[in-house]
């Protein structure tokens, strides 16, 4: 099994759409984790931190769930901008992420 | 806002040549790290660092060193180009912050093609 692991999509979804992804994590002992975005050809960067309870920016939810080792990402009113590959990122009690594959999301007119 | 830069954005060079990949951060970080991204198998650590010339190996260190001689700087080293070290190469830093991982930021990329 992989330390961490993300469906790769695409999630293609319409403008205004709700599209949710999840994360799985094989360390229960992991400690800190992360949703990046990364765009085509470009670097990854950090879109949010996921915290026990819960962290909400705009549009964007990320939730943890320790019990079922996941975490989610949910975007509510997809924007043409929102179009990218979603990276989550995971400690193993280190200095170091652990990085899924990524979900490509789509979203079309 | 971090900046982390890479010496070059894309590099061309033939499979024997030594290459040298050159990070800087200017956000006083302790931890940098090199990746490599590739298609299908997204990104893997090759080193990373703690300090100033502490390193340690990350999941495919073959074919790489690095060396930190100064806390803004680490530099991956191919000795020896091949063409399966043709990639995207991602320098990032963090603090260090005890048992908690912080967040990491990364570079533009390097994106390098060994003929």
């Known amino acids: 099994r992989k330390e961490v692991e993300q469906d790769p999509g695409p999630f293609n979804v319409p403008e205004g759409a709700t599209v949710a992804f999840n994360c799985t994590y094989s360390?229960?002992?992991?400690?800190?984790f992360f949703w990046y975005r990364q765009d085509c050809r470009k670097e990854p960067k950090l879109l949010m931190s996921?915290?026990?309870s819960g962290n909400e920016d705009g549009r964007f939810t990320a939730q943890l769930n320790r019990a079922s080792q996941y975490i989610s990402l949910l975007i509510r009113d997809s924007k043409l901008s929102d179009s990218a590959t979603y990276l989550c990122a995971v400690n193993m009690n280190t200095d170091k992420l652990i990085f899924g594959t990524g979900t490509r999301l789509q979203v079309f007119p | 806002d971090v900046k982390v830069t890479q010496s070059s954005r894309y590099l061309v060079k033939r499979t024997g040549e030594k290459v040298f990949l050159e990070c800087v951060q200017d956000?006083?970080?302790?931890?940098m790290f090199w990746y490599r991204q590739d298609p299908g198998l997204g990104l893997r650590l090759i080193y990373f660092?703690?300090?100033?010339?502490?390193?340690e190996k990350g999941d495919i260190p073959e074919g790489y060193s690095v060396s930190r001689e100064k806390k803004e700087r680490f530099s991956l080293i191919l000795e020896s180009a091949s063409t399966n070290q043709t990639s995207m190469y991602l320098c990032?830093?963090?603090?260090?912050?005890?048992?908690?991982?912080?967040?990491?930021?990364f570079g533009p990329g390097t994106r390098l093609t060994v003929l």
């Open positions: 360390n229960s002992a992991s400690q800190s």
């Open positions: 660092s703690y300090d100033v010339k502490m390193k």
């Open positions: 996921v915290y026990s």
């Open positions: 956000m006083d970080h302790e931890n």
């Open positions: 990032a830093s963090s603090f260090s912050s005890g048992s908690m991982t912080d967040t990491q930021y």
